[in-house]
């Protein structure tokens, strides 16, 4: 397998421009004799589908949703980033660039984040056109805030919905392409495989879950916006049907998987009340510019919090980290409060938790600001706990969140598989080891309306001519294998349902490859993880049919390909013997408790290849190369 | 707690649905009204019957898949809430609880609980958006929008579409839905340009799968976003307004 990332030439601020002087075209009149599939229809599925469909190409766009509006960009709350420097304190694109690669403790590509940070600023324009209803000042400008990580406010926000109207303008931009007919929408079709013909990405298989129809569509090249993978855990912020099959399936027909131990945990999430438990949910990052964090300083205090004095408080984030205190970056963030829980100062009934209180921010603004910054966050808290966060801190515990790992690809967003294409949380590249708040929402737009579009004409100018139809034996050969592991699910007639199979799983991650692991540990996950996937084969019991609307189906394969991104997720982590950002191995910290990378030995990407069911998989490294930036330890103090 | 459910059982769009009556027994009023259903459908399964479908993905009230009738009313009887942010701790032990899909002619069921709302896409269609392709847009701040019209644009974007505004209408009309999305484009400047042939083309594609607006305002009363029906009269004023303004002819699909 050849890696080549494909960085652009020239000083870092002229990389992509040279790119886009360099790439090959597709003659506008030309465009329309090609196909693309584009899957999933979050903010870089919708916004890419859409675009691709403006220049003029023919897009197929497939969601399982009953609307292209549902993905799960739609619940991110708190912002968006843009390097527009309207605050006048300091920012730049270079800032941007800086802050997300120390913010990524060092394990992303210059060469991406920079554009990244350049494209910022066109996001911003292109949604306020669109529509998005971003806060404004009294005066008629935008308004920004501060999000973690970072010292300048350059957060965009539409009150605690910003994802949502992101992704409608995104949605909205798509559904004009569908009336215009570029773009022909397929809602309620799951992609359960990949057809690659001669070495290239041609097509897909899909389910239709009305029908439970399995059908074949062809392709000039596919593009994957699938999300992430942190259902891996079961209990995480992510919504009940993001899953991994699209990217998992990419996989194992050659597409690497890189970093797949990358995974974030957010700090502040509505903990765990009970068994029953489906989700957790987030409480957006933006409430730590004014709540403040805290436990008892005593182990075991259960007093009411309005009984514990301000001596007896630790405001442990504050105290540690005192230049960004409550807004250092998310990894560093949970793991300080999963050390004080550790510690036994935790609090709420299971004592894994610690208070987010607002008392002086209401003190010293007056609730109505509060109210007018958070007051859809604060109802949602009260709908959920039935506590009021206006009268008592509100209680927090980090949970699965994000994942920066994902399919490998180069700086034009393909993957090593020609003609395949990963964007959005779906691919690794642009977020290192830890991501920082209100950089997904930028990236996912980033790379659906301004790189894709521009980069995947450089591949199609080579495939003129060079159709594939569904009539070729690749089409029919992953047909049939779909068609099998679906009976080989229903047919299993097992006694547990997938719900406790994945419960199971979503435990053995979270204890073994979370916020803390270790070699031992992770070797026991493995060996768990091969257990109980064996028993899942043999024991699920999938209710219903093939040929009607069937859920228990839907999950039952998306859970089949967790378990197996699972171990490649346990192999990733223990073959990284170092900590950075979200991946914590205790054996590698600083005397202070801090991660602890090492750069002379893992500066690298690692990039799987899926070798065959029973067989290892092979560690491909992309070594990262750091011409700008000088490599230092992450300090937040 | 303990309750008694009747739930409508529908194995798909052809076949005949009917009421069926569950126990759900020893539920946590921590728990959400979804999460309730995933403990009845697991017990299902441990019978080897088939769980019941309802739809759902986000459970923060978002993204506006979940919805049902509960006791007669969309979305249940707390108001301004979506199915999945309603919690057991608002119901009473020992409750029969009545629990059907979106009642309208335009939301054909696809399987139990599940409803085909493809039509609201149509409106969309139709019209809700801007026309402006990427690379297109000026500066950001070039345009200076007042915060209380920027505001009053947001209190009608936060739409779901879930769909619950036509499920409770007794008309089964989709008025507030198309409102939302006519006005939240429309009261800001850049929606300008394309307003008045806007409503014209979403009202019409409305009005083609929808029923009629006869002003019950029971729309409102269930909205899990509280979206108000003055956007209702907003929109009409457009509509009438458009008949004195030059518009093009909508694009067909």
Sequence with gaps: MQLDSKIPPGPLA??????????????????????????????????????????????????????????????????????????????????????????????????NVHRLAELSVNI???????????????????????????????????????????????????????????????????????????????????????????????????VLGTGGYVNVFYLSTNAKASNATAIWRAHKRGAAFANPCYTQIHPTCIPQSGDYQSKLTLMSESLRNDGR????????DTRKPSAISEGERDYYLERKYPSFG???????????????????????????????????????LGRKTIEERYGNLFEMYHDITAEDPYEQPM???????????????????????????????????DHGANRLGASALMQGLADGYFVLPVTIGDYLAGQFGKKVSVDRPEFAEALSGTQDRVKRLLDAKGTRSVDSFHKELGSIMWDKCGMARSADGLKSALLQIRALRDQYWKDVRVT????????????????????????LMCIDALQREESAGGHFRVEYQTPDGEAQRNDDEFLYVSAWEYKGEGNEPVLHKEPLVYEEVKLATRSYK | MNLTLHVWRQNSRESEGRLVEYKAEDISPDASFLEMLDVVNERLIAKGEEPIHFEHDCREGICGSCGMMINGIAHGPLGGTATCQLHMRHFNDGDTVFIEPWRARAFPVIKDLIVDRSALDKIIQAGGFISVNTGSAVEANTLPIPKPVQEMAMDAAECIQCGACVAQCPNGAAQLFTAAKVSHLGLLPQGQPERYERVVHMVETMESFFGSCTLFRECEGVCPKEISTKFIERMNKDYLASKFKPTKEPVTT
């Design chain 1, 124 to 222: 911003i324009d292109q949604a306020v056109a669109q529509g998005v209803p971003f806060a404004r000042e009294y005066g008629g400008a935008l308004e920004n805030r501060s999000f973690g990580g970072v010292q300048v406010s350059r957060t965009f926000f539409a009150r605690g919905q910003t994802g949502q109207q992101l992704l409608l303008g995104a949605f909205q931009a798509l559904e004009r392409q569908i009336a215009l007919g570029t773009v022909k929408q397929y809602n309620r079709h799951e992609m359960l495989d990949l057809v690659v013909v001669d070495g290239h990405a041609k097509g897909i298989i899909v389910r239709n879950l009305v029908t439970g129809k399995i059908e074949a569509h062809a392709a000039d090249a596919v």
């Design chain 1, 14 to 111: 002229e990389k992509w421009s040279y790119a886009k002087s360099h790439y090959k075209l597709v003659n506008p009149a030309n465009k329309r004799k090609y196909d693309i599939i584009v899957v999933g229809a979050g903010l870089a599925g919708a916004s890419a589908a859409a675009t691709l469909g403006e220049l003029g190409y023919n897009v197929k766009c497939f969601v399982y949703h009953d609307s292209p509006r549902r993905a799960h960009s739609i619940a991110a709350q708190g912002g968006i980033n843009a390097a527009k420097n309207y605050r006048n304190d300091g920012d730049s694109v270079y800032r941007l660039f800086y802050d997300t690669i120390k913010g990524g403790d060092y394990r992303a590509r210059e060469g």
């Design chain 1, 293 to 300: 964090i805290w436990v008892p300083k005593q182990q075991g």
């Design chain 1, 395 to 429: 209680r927090i515990y980090p949970a699965p969140h994000y994942s920066m790992g994902g399919l490998w690809v180069d700086y034009n967003l393909m993957s090593n598989v020609p003609g395949l294409y990963v964007i959005g949380e779906a691919n690794f590249s």
């Design chain 1, 326 to 364: 409550n807004l250092a970056p998310r990894d560093i963030a949970s793991r300080a409060a999963k050390e004080v829980c550790d510690e036994g100062r935790g609090i709420g009934s299971s004592g894994r938790g610690v208070f987010l209180d607002f008392a002086d921010a209401i003190k010293r």
């Design chain 1, 544 to 567: 219903g049919n093939g040929e009607e609307p069937n859920q228990a189906l839907e999950k039952a394969g998306r859970v089949a390909d967790f378990f197996e991104l699972a171990e």
